[in-house]
């Protein structure tokens, strides 16, 4: 398996240099150089096997020439042996045809541990393989961060700088981070929005020099390998309804989202993938205007969702402008400077045949909380409920619909309390993280200040 940058200016290389570059050389991002296929027959086949299985089957067509049987096989048994599900990525049923997919029984209760524990667990095999050491840095708007501490946390050879927007995450979320005991974890709380922070990764990628000195890789959902650990859960969730299925998921940053136009790309057959947004609506506002164009970031009762340029929306890009690298290279370097770029007709028209998007404000976010507590007696997150309020205003969809639940709804008993009254219960998994002291650096929105800081704690 081969994989190429978006723009087309980079060598092609293997699954395992992709897992530990993050972002291709010529700033795009990384996909396959041909989407591996599976057949309705082996997608059907899936139903009722264990998720660790189908993870090993769908990824093992990524990692082929990287990675033996025997060590993907390994890597993925011990990623998932931490989740408190045995299904992984169970589906619950909360109307006729309507179902939640709950992506939050890992480490940090949210669905990012599902990528990233296999990520980790990858990441150190190839990192022993190869030598030497890595520096990831990651910009998170809540959940990126805590699970990737969770994955990589204490490892050999690795240092770990996670970015937050100071302020800007629930003070369930910045625990998860700033309570970690590991050496090797460093805290950011940047004074800033999280396109703030995610900007000031792709300035450390683009000075070549700085980031081959410290071995620089991400954890991003630039990364492709969290895309392909993604993908699974698409697959699983359809082979148990056994019909194609419409899905609703909170979206960001785009990787989640994508992640179902991947699987789709690899013959699943998907029934429509609804992009939910909060107030940061600039991917509703791009597939109902033709127009990708960033605003000021809102703060909303759904912070991991408070983006307002959407990294793996390029990929996206890609794939509907027929794979043309040279289009998408001058897209986004015309959308870097101006941040704003009108979508041609024809790649607007491909976007609009696989999604749709609706935003909903904090105002229906509590209401979606409210009316899934009252009717079914269970308790949703905010982004849970961004996407629960899309569902509703999408209408009769023809196929089974689920919404990707995306987060423990613990995380925040702000939002929650807002919308019924009372905290959800507190899993064991954060008892007693308040009373841990917290270690992290306030710092300026300022490329070269990180820099500085990052070189700091390296001794270099």
């Given amino acids: ?12 290389t293997s699954f395992s240099d992709v897992l530990l570059a993050g972002l291709a050389p010529d700033g795009g991002l990384y996909l396959p150089q041909s989407w591996p296929q599976f057949s309705p027959s082996e997608i059907a086949a899936f139903k009722g096997q ?3 299985d189908v993870a090993f089957a769908i990824l093992s067509r990524f990692t082929a020439g990287s990675f033996s049987d025997a060590e993907l096989r390994d890597a993925v048994t011990a990623a998932y042996a931490d989740f408190d599900a045995p299904d992984i990525a169970p589906l619950v049923e909360i109307g006729d045809g309507q179902y939640l997919l709950e992506l939050f029984h890992g480490p940090t209760l949210a669905f990012k541990d599902i990528a990233l524990q296999v990520l980790g667990q990858l990441f150190s095999r190839a990192l022993a393989k190869r030598g030497g050491r890595a520096t990831i840095v990651a910009a998170t708007s809540g959940d990126t961060g805590s699970a990737a501490i969770a994955a990589l946390g204490g490892l050999a050879n690795i240092d770990v700088f996670v970015m937050h927007p100071r302020g800007r995450v629930s003070d369930v979320q910045r625990l998860q981070m700033t309570t970690s005991a590991h050496a090797n974890v460093h805290n950011i709380a940047l004074e800033g929005s999280f396109d ?12 070549t020099a700085f980031a081959d000195a410290i071995s620089l890789t991400a954890v991003n959902s630039i990364n492709f390998a969290r895309i392909a650990a993604q993908c699974v859960y698409y697959f699983t969730a359809t082979a148990a309804l056994g019909k194609p299925v419409t899905f609703v998921v909170p979206t ?3 990787g989640d989202i994508f992640a179902g136009e991947a699987a789709s790309r690899m013959g699943l057959d998907v029934g429509r993938l609804v992009i939910a947004t909060n107030a940061n609506d600039i991917l509703a506002r791009t597939l109902n205007d033709g127009v990708y164009e960033s605003g000021a970031s809102h703060a909303t009762l759904s912070p991991s969702m408070d983006i307002q340029v959407a990294s793996n929306f390029e990929r996206a890009l890609f794939e509907a402008a027929g794979r043309d690298a040279d289009w998408t290279a001058a897209a986004m370097s015309d959308f870097s400077r101006s941040r704003k770029l009108a979508l041609p007709p024809a790649v607007l028209e491909n976007l609009r045949a696989r999604y749709s998007a609706f935003a909903s404000d904090d105002l229906e976010t509590r209401a979606a909380i409210a009316a899934v507590h009252k009717q079914t007696g269970r308790i949703i997150d905010p982004h849970t ?5 899309a569902m509703r205003k999408m209408g009769k969809a023809p196929s089974p619909v689920v919404v990707l639940s995306t987060a423990h709804p613990a995380k925040f008993p702000d939002a929650v309390t807002q919308a019924i009254g009372s905290a959800p219960p507190e899993p064991k998994r954060l008892a007693g993280m308040k009373d841990l002291p917290e270690k992290l ?4 929105n300022d490329p070269a200040l990180i820099k500085q800081f990052i070189s700091s704690r390296l001794g270099s």
């Fill in 252 to 254: 960001g940053n785009f």
């Fill in 1 to 12: 398996m081969q994989f190429i940058s978006t723009r087309g200016q980079a060598p092609q």
């Fill in 385 to 389: 409920a961004v996407g629960v309020a």
């Fill in 441 to 444: 650096e306030v710092l300026a």
């Fill in 50 to 52: 264990r998720y660790q």
């Fill in 196 to 207: 703030d922070a995610q900007g000031i990764v792709k300035t450390l990628f683009a000075d």
